[in-house]
Antibody, heavy 120, light 107 residues
Framework: EVQLVESGGGLVQPGRSLKLSCVAS????????MNWIRQAPGKGLEWVAY????????YYAETVKGRFTISRDNAKNTLYLQMTSLRSEDTALYYC?????????????WGQGTLVTVSS | DIQMTQSPASLSASLEEIVTITCQAS??????LAWYQQKPGKSPQLLIY???SLADGVPSRFSGSRSGTQYSLKISRLQVEDIGIYYC?????????FGGGTKLELK
């Protein structure tokens, strides 16, 4: 069974940093690109970042480019999102998500999310 | 970036009714379209991928179709467990974008 478990969320002041983690199990992590997707309270879904299976290809939403860094450790089956210069508009539930098939970004598997609250 | 315009934003329907939600892509995305259902307090669930393919475990009353750059999600006979928010998503190219969502309620 595919499982994605996020952690690292919390309350952080504007301008500070936070690092999220997503531990994957139930599939060969190194075969799949991975994503971070977020959802602000009461709002819709926003894709945030993607990293390919071997970390060769990385993409970001314009809203986070230059502030967030996605990375992965295939030996530890773990996906990361380093968030810096956090803003109030970054407040959201952050999900990690895997595509249905390698190379296909239909998000078939989601974690339960980790909540990031940016507030002074 | 590819914009996904979803309509309606909200919808109230009766049990057993046919429900249709549409999504308009701002440019050609072929069949690179997915639909998701999100229930309150839960993570989104993939319903349809490739515009028309049903994801594993999804009831057959759900179906997807495409006409050019317009995509539709149809629920043939609405059930209580179908209540939630529905999103479309283009998987054609980065940045992968979602529609604004359709909140489906029971009348």
């Amino acid at each position: 069974e595919v499982q994605l478990v996020e952690s690292g969320g919390g309350l952080v002041q504007p301008g500070r940093s936070l690092k999220l983690s997503c531990v994957a199990s139930g599939f060969t992590f190194s075969n799949y690109g991975m994503n971070w997707i977020r959802q602000a309270p009461g709002k819709g879904l926003e894709w945030v970042a993607y990293i390919s299976s071997g970390s060769s290809y990385i993409y970001y939403a314009e809203t986070v480019k230059g502030r967030f860094t996605i990375s992965r450790d295939n030996a530890k089956n773990t996906l990361y999102l380093q968030m810096t210069s956090l803003r109030s508009e970054d407040t959201a539930l952050y999900y990690c998500a895997r595509g249905l098939y390698p190379g296909y970004n239909w998000f078939a598997y989601w974690g339960q999310g980790t909540l990031v609250t940016v507030s002074s | 970036d590819i914009q996904m315009t979803q309509s309606p934003a909200s919808l109230s329907a009766s049990l057993e009714e046919i429900v249709t939600i549409t999504c308009q892509a701002s440019q050609d995305i072929g069949n690179w379209l997915a639909w998701y259902q999100q229930k309150p307090g839960k993570s989104p669930q993939l319903l349809i991928y490739g515009a028309t393919s049903l994801a594993d475990g999804v009831p057959s009353r759900f179906s997807g179709s495409r006409s050019g750059t317009q995509y539709s999600l149809k629920i043939s006979r609405l059930q209580v467990e179908d209540i939630g928010i529905y999103y479309c998503q283009q998987a054609s190219s980065a940045p992968w974008t979602f529609g604004g969502g359709t909140k489906l309620e029971l009348k």
